[in-house]
């Protein structure tokens, strides 16, 4: 069992950034494949950014160039660094985890086995 728990989520003004904190705790002792996702109200959950076991990245296209997705193993945490910021990248966001390597698994589809409670973040023009 692995808990997530987000946390760096807040309000910012367009243009601004954020750095989001997925910690780890629980079996940890075996690689996963870890992503962010988020959701806003009304919508499906999203794949924003994924990595996998051998820090391979991808994102979706909307968040290119502007957010990047990395991992402290020692201290078993996964970030997420936002920059320029836009209104429509509020929402919240999780983190999720998954003991399956990408081929098993969509990295940017909700197929994770472990998820976090979400932290907000809201973006103002």
């Known amino acids: 069992q692995v808990q997530l728990v987000e946390s760096g989520g807040g309000s910012v003004q367009a243009g601004g950034s954020l750095r989001l904190s997925c910690a780890a705790s629980g079996y940890t002792d075996r690689s996963y494949s870890m992503a962010w996702f988020r959701q806003a109200p009304g919508k499906e959950r999203e794949g924003v950014a994924a990595i996998d076991p051998n820090g391979v990245a991808i994102y979706t296209d909307s968040v290119k160039g502007r957010f990047t997705i990395s991992e402290d193993n020692a201290k078993n945490t996964l970030y997420l660094q936002m920059n320029s910021l836009q209104p429509e990248d509020s929402a919240m966001y999780y983190c999720?985890?998954?003991?399956?390597?990408?081929?098993?698994?969509?990295?940017?589809?909700?197929?994770?086995?472990?998820w976090g409670q979400g932290t907000q973040v809201t973006v103002s023009s």
């Open positions: 999720a985890a998954d003991y399956r390597w990408w081929g098993l698994l969509r990295p940017l589809q909700p197929e994770y086995e472990y």
